[in-house]
């Protein structure tokens, strides 16, 4: 079962829990809680460009059942959990390698609780690079040669889980057009039916 640290909202630097379907098959994997964004509301992706960006293309490709507004506003997730491999708002937006390590056994301990997890979508390099390292950690990684982050990369891990990489939809990729909506719909919609989501 799932249960989240308690946390008081608005507090800087304070553990953003993850949310969405215990059922999920899908992950989406972020860095780290925004300062401006999940670290004010308390939910990941929320309140700030990143989730304006991030959830109707969610909700186009099926996944949320409503939009992002707050902690409290309701959405429910079919099929997707959604975290970070950092809990807390880094300095610089940036998490370091000891953060990393720091909150490694977290996301350790929920990739393990979600049974029905099939495929894994990291939102950006350093999500990327923290899902390899969770996999290397638990024995279902013995190499990494060959795993490159690059958008819409795809790969299958040893234990059977589906990696697809894409870029983070931070303002500084959506406002630049190095991600638009329809390549990070695309990445959900191969998520999606990779993972068997009718």
Known sequence: ?????????????????????????????????????????????????????????????????????????????????VSSVVRCAPPANKPTPEEQRNCAPWLDQEIALLKKLRVAVCLGRIAFEGLLAHAQRTGNLPRRSGLVFAHAAEYTLPNGLIVISSYHPSLQNTNTGKLTRPMFLAV???????????
């Open 1 to 81: 079962m799932f249960a989240a640290a308690p946390m008081r909202v608005g507090v800087l630097g304070q553990a953003v829990p993850s949310f969405g379907d215990p059922q999920a098959r899908v992950l989406a994997l972020g860095l780290a809680p925004g300062a401006h964004g999940s670290n004010r509301t308390g939910r990941p992706f929320t309140g700030d460009g990143s989730g304006e960006f991030l959830f109707p293309v969610l909700h186009e490709a099926a996944l949320p059942r409503s939009q992002a507004l707050s902690r409290n506003d309701g959405m429910q997730l079919t099929g997707l959990w």
């Open 188 to 198: 959900f919609q191969r998520a999606r039916k990779l993972a068997g989501i009718e």
